[in-house]
């Protein structure tokens, strides 16, 4: 089994550019979560789907972030008008549905630079 | 809100010893369960050992164990016979809720070296 697949792994975009991140999960799990990975911040919680239905956003900055997943084997996190404050690593990860552990698998990350 | 908290930034040991982290959470909920995660140089983020809530017994899998003490909202990783490739960033982690999947609330992370 592949596990989460990011792409780009590595992306540098200039102030005020927008960057689109994608993300695969494992086949057959219907959770997806999206992190934001700083040394100051550490992990953050931006956002989670569930079934491809958007459960809780409580974590992502309410202007120019937005993520949606069109269908079960894809979502995207979009930055709008990046700052250089958005320079991280953003991590996609997958749960399987039935779990009740909450057990992640994540994604080998996508590190966002904003010059 | 949740909070998870590990003192720790550090840890040097020397290889074949053992390590001992600590981790603190703080939640309203009454069943929860608790992870340790390892990070890699490379980046990868790898899930190691779980503590259910409501178990007693304190978790192993291979030469990892936590130590949780429920009280006093703790929960440590102990790593027996350390090997250099152990050296990572270990985080502890919660989950964010009692209902399935609702992802989980991370620790700012203990970096581990080994050393021969």
């Known amino acids: 089994n592949a596990g989460v697949i990011q792409t780009p792994r590595h992306k540098v975009t200039g102030k005020g550019q927008e960057a689109t991140l994608w993300c695969e999960p494992i086949?057959?799990?219907?959770?997806v979560f999206w992190y934001r990975q700083t040394i100051v911040q550490g992990l953050e919680f931006l956002t989670y789907?569930?079934?491809?239905?958007?459960?809780?956003d409580s974590g992502m900055p309410k202007e120019r972030f937005s993520a949606q997943m069109p269908n079960q084997s894809h979502s995207t996190l979009k930055i709008q008008s990046t700052q250089p404050q958005d320079s991280a690593v953003y991590l996609c990860?997958?749960?399987?549905?039935?779990?009740?552990?909450?057990?992640?698998?994540f994604g080998e990350g996508s590190k966002l630079t904003v010059l | 809100a949740q909070k998870v908290t590990q003192t720790q930034t550090s840890i040097s040991v020397v290889e074949k010893t053992t390590v001992t982290m600590d981790c603190v959470y703080e939640?309203?909920?009454?069943?929860?369960?608790l992870f340790w995660y390892k990070q890699t140089a490379s980046g990868e983020i790898v899930f190691l050992i779980r503590?259910?809530?409501?178990?007693?017994e304190n978790a192993t899998v291979g030469h990892y164990s936590l130590n949780f003490q429920k009280p006093k909202s703790s929960i440590g990783l102990i790593i027996t016979a350390t090997q250099i490739e152990d050296s990572a960033v270990y985080f502890c982690?919660?989950?964010?809720?009692?209902?399935?999947?609702?992802?989980?609330?991370f620790g700012l992370g203990t970096r581990v070296s080994v050393f021969p």
């Open positions: 982690a919660m989950s964010r809720g009692r209902n399935y999947a609702q992802g989980l609330t």
């Open positions: 503590q259910d809530s409501y178990k007693k």
């Open positions: 990860a997958s749960a399987l549905g039935g779990s009740n552990t909450g057990q992640l698998y």
């Open positions: 939640t309203r909920d009454s069943s929860y369960f």
């Open positions: 086949s057959g799990h219907s959770a």
């Open positions: 789907f569930r079934n491809q239905a958007p459960i809780d």
